[in-house]
């Protein structure tokens, strides 16, 4: 069965840093656009970050420019997205999709459950 499994979420305090995994099974993620979304009680769903299928673009929300890196390593078939910096602001359920629009962010494949992203003091 094909899916998406994200880690790495938890508690951390403002400043600090976690390093979210999106995971594939049962296909491979070489050929896939891979986008971070995040979500916060009562918001709207936010794109975050996306990395084409070969790592050769990539793309953040203004809001985390700069303080966000996406990668990938498709040998391990996972997409990474390093946070650095947490401000409280970032507290979402984080979820990773396939992008099948090449990071437009308008047709999409699988989505992961999702991983809660805490910051605070």
């Known amino acids: 069965q094909a899916q998406l499994v994200e880690s790495g979420g938890g508690l951390v305090q403002p400043g600090g840093s976690l390093r979210l995994s999106c995971a594939a099974s049962g296909f491979t993620l070489d050929y896939y656009s891979i986008h971070w979304f995040r979500q916060a009680p009562g918001k709207e769903r936010e794109g975050v970050s996306c990395?084409?299928?070969?790592?050769?673009?990539?793309y953040y929300a203004d809001s985390v420019k700069g303080r966000f890196t996406i990668s990938r390593d498709n040998a391990k078939n996972t997409v990474y997205l390093q946070m650095n910096s947490l401000k409280p602001e970032d507290t979402a359920v984080y979820r990773c999709a396939i992008d099948l629009s090449w990071c437009k962010g308008t047709d999409f494949g699988i989505w992961g459950q999702g991983t809660q992203v805490t910051v605070s003091s």
């Open positions: 990395i084409s299928s070969s790592a050769g673009s990539t």
